[in-house]
T-cell receptor, first 114, second 113 residues
Framework: AQSVSQHNHHVILSEAASLELGCNYSYGGTVNLFWYVQYPGQHLQLLLKYFSGDPLVKGIKGFEAEFIKSKFSFNLRKPSVQWSDTAEYFC????????????FGSGTRLSIRP | DVKVTQSSRYLVKRTGEKVFLECVQDMDHENMFWYRQDPGLGLRLIYFSYDVKMKEKGDIPEGYSVSREKKERFSLILESASTNQTSMYLCASNSLGVGQEAFFGQGTRLTVV
């Protein structure tokens, strides 16, 4: 069975600081990996995803993530955060088949000090 | 634009009541999901359906059942609501194929008193 670990529960940064949020997954086969964001009061939306090809994927709003297969990791990065990045971030994984469960991590709450 | 619509934004129910949460998607997606979201626990999968009348248990199915009689509609049923089922419930859907992300509804905040 798949599982996802997000070790940072709450991260507090100042504007313009660099961001890296950790995500590790557990699954023996080929996976699809996702990062979702939930802004206060809004529904979850996709930031970026990896399913094949270049392990460095770029998403919306300047976010990127790198898939490192040997480490079972898919960390999210942004070189310079803004106050508007305040949100909760979720990493998710599913087995790379057509009908499979999507399993989410426990989330990381990001607070940006103006 | 994909739309996943949950029938209620807020619900208050009494302990022991039977509760129905409805979800409809308009993109002909094969897969549909029900999650509950609790602070510090993230999203936990309750049930997953990959076709009409087909379902699989997720990580926390106890106390819940589901129904999928039509492709676009996926219902979550709390047979006898309890206070520990007070939570935010999220419905999602995605299509078949590699790397297909899930699209989420706005959530139903259920309070059981």
């Amino acid at each position: 069975a798949q599982s996802v670990s997000q070790h940072n529960h709450h991260v507090i940064l100042s504007e313009a600081a660099s961001l890296e949020l950790g995500c590790n997954y557990s699954y023996g086969g080929t996976v699809n990996l996702f990062w979702y964001v939930q802004y206060p009061g809004q529904h979850l939306q996709l930031l970026l995803k990896y399913f094949s090809g270049d392990p460095l994927v770029k998403g919306i709003k300047g976010f990127e993530a790198e898939f490192i297969k040997s480490k079972f990791s898919f960390n999210l990065r942004k070189p310079s955060v803004q106050w508007s990045d305040t949100a909760e971030y979720f990493c998710a994984v599913n087995a790379a088949s057509s009908a499979s469960k999507i399993i989410f991590g426990s989330g990381t709450r990001l607070s940006i000090r103006p | 634009d994909v739309k996943v619509t949950q029938s209620s934004r807020y619900l208050v129910k009494r302990t022991g009541e039977k509760v129905f949460l409805e979800c409809v998607q308009d993109m002909d997606h094969e897969n549909m999901f029900w999650y509950r979201q609790d602070p510090g626990l993230g999203l936990r999968l309750i049930y997953f359906s990959y076709d009409v009348k087909m379902k699989e248990k997720g990580d926390i199915p106890e106390g819940y059942s589901v129904s999928r009689e039509k492709k676009e509609r996926f219902s979550l049923i709390l047979e006898s609501a309890s206070t520990n089922q007070t939570s935010m419930y999220l419905c999602a859907s995605n299509s078949l194929g590699v790397g297909q992300e899930a699209f989420f509804g706005q959530g139903t905040r259920l309070t059981v008193v």
